[in-house]
C-alpha cells in the first residue's frame, strides 16, 4: 500500500486516527479496474479524481504523470495473475478534530491494488433484481466523496431484499443513479439516462457507453425521467467500473419488459466487451 511516500504493507497501520478521512469523510476516491492486466480509462480516472479533489478544495499532492506511475507499481507489486483493482483515496489528512479546515495538514494519499474476482459471465447473460428507494444523498453526488453512508444503507437494503442495485429516485428530479452504478433504460430502441450534474456521479463506464451507443447510431437521451418512465422501460441496466454493462430484469417485484435482458443492453454490452481495448491504459 503507497501511503504519502511510502510503500508499506497492507497489513500495517498507515494511517492515524485523526486523519479527516477517517473521522469526517473528508476524501475522495477513485476506483481502476484492469482488463488484460492494464488499467481501464486511467486518465478518466485521474481527470476526476483531480475534479473530485478541487471540489472539495484539496490539492492533489502529485502530477499526473506521477499518479499514472503510481497506478501501474501499486499493480506490479500486487501482482496478481487475474485482474486487479487499484483503489487511490486522498483525504484532508490528519489534524486536531474540528469541523472547518485546519491551519495545517497534509493531505494523505493511499494508492493500492488487489485482485478483482472474476465476473461470472452467466450473471450479466441473465441479470439481476434491482428495488427503488428515495435519493436521500446530498447533493454534490458529482463528487467521488468518501462519504458513502446512504450509498451503502441503499446497497444493503437491496442484498437483504436479494437484489443487486438499489436504483435512487430523487424527490422533485426522477431517477438519478444506483448506489455505486449509472442507471440506464432502454424504450423502442432509444436508451434514456439521467444528465450529467449535481445529482449523479458521472461514470466513467456511463460516459464510454454513451460514446460507444452514438458511434452505433442508438439514439441516446440524457435527460431527467422518472420512476414512472424507468418502469414503462422495456430494458433497464447499470454501468460501473466492476459492474460493466449489467442487465437489471426485476424492480420491486415487477418484470422489467419481458423479465429477460433485452436486444439493446445485449448490443451494448458486447459492443463494450468488443472495444475495452481502445480504453486501456491511458483510455
Ligand atoms: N455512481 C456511483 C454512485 C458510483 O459510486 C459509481 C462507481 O463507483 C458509479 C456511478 C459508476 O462510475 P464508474 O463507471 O466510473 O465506475
Known sequence: VYVNGEWIDAGQPAVRVEDRGFQLGDGVYEVIRTYRGRPFALDRHLARLRRSAGAIELDM??????????????MARCGAPGEMQVYIQLTRGPAPRTHAFPAASRPTLVVYACP?????????????A??????????????????????????????RAGAVEAILVREGFGVTEGASTNVFGGRGGRVITAPRGRYILSGVTRDILLELAREAGIPVEERPWTAEELLACDEVFLTGTTTEVFPVVRIDDRPVGTGRPGPVVGRLRSLFLANVERYLDRG
Do not use: F, M
Not at 478483482?116 to 439481476?128: C, F, I, K, N, R
Open 61 to 74: 499532492p502529485l502530477g499526473e504523470a506521477d499518479l499514472r506511475d503510481l497506478v501501474y507499481e501499486a
Open 116 to 128: 478483482l474476482p472474476p465476473a461470472d459471465p452467466a450473471q450479466a447473460e441473465a441479470g439481476g
Open 130 to 159: 434491482a428495488i427503488l428507494l428515495p435519493d436521500e444523498r446530498w447533493l454534490r453526488c458529482d463528487i467521488k466523496s468518501t462519504c458513502l453512508l446512504y450509498n451503502v444503507l441503499a446497497k444493503e437494503r437491496a442484498h
